[in-house]
């Protein structure tokens, strides 16, 4: 069955520090990948998406997260992060154009100023 | 630009009562998706719609669960007989094309349902 490892629950890093959180699908087929992301009381919103061409995609505020197709990974990355990126962070994939998304359990993460 | 609308924000239901949620997708979308999300849980998948039709349900459950969407007025999702386990959050999303080509999905507030 398809599915999305997100390693880690909870994170806690300081202002400044770098991030990375990891993403594992299971699928054998071509997929497009996607990190979104909910700020407290908010919407989910699209982070960045990869769907074909350079594997390394940047997204909105910073973000960035790179595909590696032979580890099956959407690992997402930030250099330096702030207290306003504390939020719950989603990977997900879908299969095609119009597939329902499969997601991750989310990742939370907790900016300390 | 005004993006899905979903109502109620908050439901509550005794078990064997019926749930109806509602989402108004994006002006101009015509695909629309429903997922589920538990305590603890990501979202969970549970059926594409396009006006009229039902395209994938393959993540609805067989029983008590349905969902259309009408040609004119919001997608509805609709649970019959609600048991305690069916409390969660529900989120719509709606896209602009359909499979011929990759489309973001646009997510809205969700609507919780809590079951007593």
């Known amino acids: 069955a398809q599915s999305v490892s997100q390693h880690n629950h909870h994170v806690i890093l300081s202002e400044a520090a770098s991030l990375e959180l990891g993403c594992n699908y299971s699928?054998?087929?071509?997929?497009?990948l996607f990190w979104y992301v909910q700020y407290p009381g908010q919407h989910l919103q699209l982070l960045l998406k990869?769907?074909?061409?350079?594997?390394l995609v940047k997204g909105i505020k910073g973000f960035e997260a790179e595909f590696i197709k032979s580890k099956f990974s959407f690992n997402l990355r930030k250099p330096s992060v702030q207290w306003s990126d504390t939020a719950e962070y989603f990977c997900?994939?879908?299969?095609?154009?119009?597939?329902?998304?499969?997601f991750g359990k989310g990742t939370h993460l907790i900016i300390q100023p | 630009n005004a993006g899905v609308m979903q109502n109620p924000r908050h439901l509550v239901r005794r078990r064997g009562q019926e749930a109806r949620l509602r989402c108004s997708p994006v002006?101009?979308?015509?695909?629309v998706y429903w997922y589920r999300q538990l305590p603890e849980e990501g979202l969970k998948f549970m059926v594409y719609?396009?006006?009229?039709?039902?395209?994938?349900e393959s993540g609805m459950p067989k029983e008590r669960f349905s969902a259309e969407f009408p040609k004119e007025g919001p997608s509805i999702l609709r649970i019959q007989q609600v048991v305690r386990g069916d409390s969660a959050a529900y989120f719509c999303?709606?896209?602009?094309?359909?499979?011929?080509?990759?489309?973001?999905?646009?997510f809205g507030p969700g609507t919780r349902l809590t079951v007593l």
């Open positions: 002006k101009g979308h015509s695909h």
């Open positions: 997900a994939f879908s299969r095609g154009g119009a597939d329902g998304l499969t």
């Open positions: 699928y054998g087929g071509t997929v497009n």
């Open positions: 719609l396009q006006k009229e039709n039902i395209i994938d």
């Open positions: 999303a709606s896209s602009r094309t359909g499979r011929e080509s990759y489309n973001e999905q646009f």
């Open positions: 990869y769907f074909s061409g350079d594997p």
